[in-house]
Structures are given as structure tokens and as C-alpha cells.
């Protein structure tokens, strides 16, 4: 393999693929934008404050159980005696199953509902990080991981339909103040996470991340009910 030492050649694969898009789109012309809406920006987003509060709260407690999924693990299980190979291997499982999550997740969510999905995802997130934590010194860690990778990743998709879903001639900004929101939260669960980690611990940290994915339960029916306002 490349070892950690030689994963700089990467960039040459992403060189490749550029330069055969640029080639690929560069003379692209079929393509017309949508006319630039006009209107008061800001009368729309104090509107729309109280829902994107909410969604900013409900993303930042789900946030610290993504963040450790996706940035710490690797740490995590190399910490308690795992290989390199498998904690990357256990990267790849969560990943490939974070596909499915988002997929099932607007499937489900337009088969059964957004409230139930959310609330049923919510939960089983939760109860995911439950077992992960007891089996992490074992390889049934493994199926946990495929299960958090499914539920974790379920939700982004039902929030950003919630968010399009807005009788609004502002859909395009709302959008934008959703990602907005959601890349802003993101980046500081990362900082909390690893400031956490530092002064309580790693095992300590994902105890609290989970305890906070519980929490996350409460506000789905805020969620809706700030909603169902517009």
C-alpha cells in the first residue's frame, strides 16, 4: 500500500479527473440561470429565524455523534488496539452504509413521513452508539458502525426537505441559509468535540455525544410544530 507517507500521490488521480471535466465542460453553453430573485433578504430570514434556530440546535446535538463517526474514529480505535488497516476498514464500512442511509432516508420519509423517520432515526442513533460502545473492543463493532452509518446519515436529507418544502420566492436564499447553518454547526461540534475529548477524554466524550443524540429526540417536535407556522 501507499502507507500515510505516500498518500500525496492521491492528488495526482484528482489532477486527472479536472482536467478531463474542464475539457469535458469547458465549451458547456446549454445551461441558462434562473433570473435573480429580488425582495427583502432580510424580512425572509427573520421569518424563517425561529425554524433555523431550531435546525441549528438539532443539527449541533446530532453533529457530535457524526463528527466522531467520521473524524475520531480512526483515532478512537487505533487508541484501544485496533491496526491502521482496520480502523480504516471500519471507516469504509460507516461510509458505505452512510450511501444507503441517505438514500433510504428521503425514500422512507416520503413512503412514511418525515416526523416518523426523523423521530425513528433519531432514536435509533442513539441506540447505535449504545452498542457501539459496548462492542468496541470486539469485532461486532462492525455492525453497529453499519447501522449508525444508515441512521446518522438518514436525516441531512429529510431537513433539507423540510427547508425546500417552504412556500417561500426566496427558496433559493433559504437553501443557502440552511447549508449555511449546517456547515457553520458542523465545524464547531468538530472544535467542541476535540476540545471535549481533550479535558474529559475520548470515552467520556462519545458518552456525552451520546447522551446528546437522545436529546436531539426532543426537538423534532419543535421542529414541526415552528414549522407547520408557515
Not at 469547458?26 to 431550531?54: H, M, S, W
Not at 480512526?74 to 442511509?101: C, E, H, K, P, R
Not at 451520546?210 to 410544530?225: E, H, M
Amino acid at each position: 500500500g501507499l502507507g500515510i507517507e505516500g498518500i500525496w500521490l492521491l492528488m495526482f488521480f484528482g489532477i486527472i479527473v479536472s482536467i478531463i471535466l474542464y475539457f469535458r465542460l469547458r465549451n458547456f453553453t446549454n445551461f441558462k440561470a434562473k433570473e435573480v430573485q429580488e425582495g427583502d433578504y432580510k424580512k425572509v430570514l427573520k421569518q424563517f429565524a425561529p425554524f433555523f434556530i431550531v435546525v441549528g440546535i438539532f443539527i449541533f446535538l446530532q453533529s457530535l455523534t457524526k463528527i466522531f463517526t467520521t473524524l475520531y474514529l480512526a483515532v478512537y480505535l487505533i487508541d484501544n488496539g485496533f491496526s491502521l488497516w482496520y480502523a480504516t476498514f471500519a471507516i469504509s464500512v460507516l461510509q458505505s452504509f452512510a450511501i444507503i442511509g441517505t438514500f433510504l432516508g428521503g425514500y422512507l420519509s416520503d413512503k412514511f413521513g418525515k416526523k416518523e423517520v426523523l423521530y425513528f432515526s433519531t432514536f435509533a442513533t442513539g441506540v447505535s452508539m449504545i452498542g457501539f460502545i459496548i462492542f468496541s473492543h470486539s469485532y461486532v463493532m462492525f455492525l453497529f458502525l453499519a447501522l449508525l452509518g444508515i441512521f446518522i446519515f438518514a436525516v441531512s436529507p429529510i431537513l433539507l426537505a423540510l427547508v425546500q418544502e417552504f412556500k417561500s420566492d426566496k427558496s433559493t436564499f433559504l437553501n443557502s441559509v440552511y447549508m449555511t447553518i449546517s456547515f457553520s454547526v458542523s465545524s464547531f461540534s468538530a472544535f467542541c468535540f476535540g476540545f471535549m475529548g481533550d479535558k474529559i477524554g475520548m470515552n467520556n466524550t462519545i458518552i456525552v455525544a451520546t447522551f446528546l443524540s437522545f436529546v436531539t429526540f426532543g426537538f423534532i417536535g419543535i421542529l414541526f410544530k415552528i414549522k407547520g407556522r408557515f
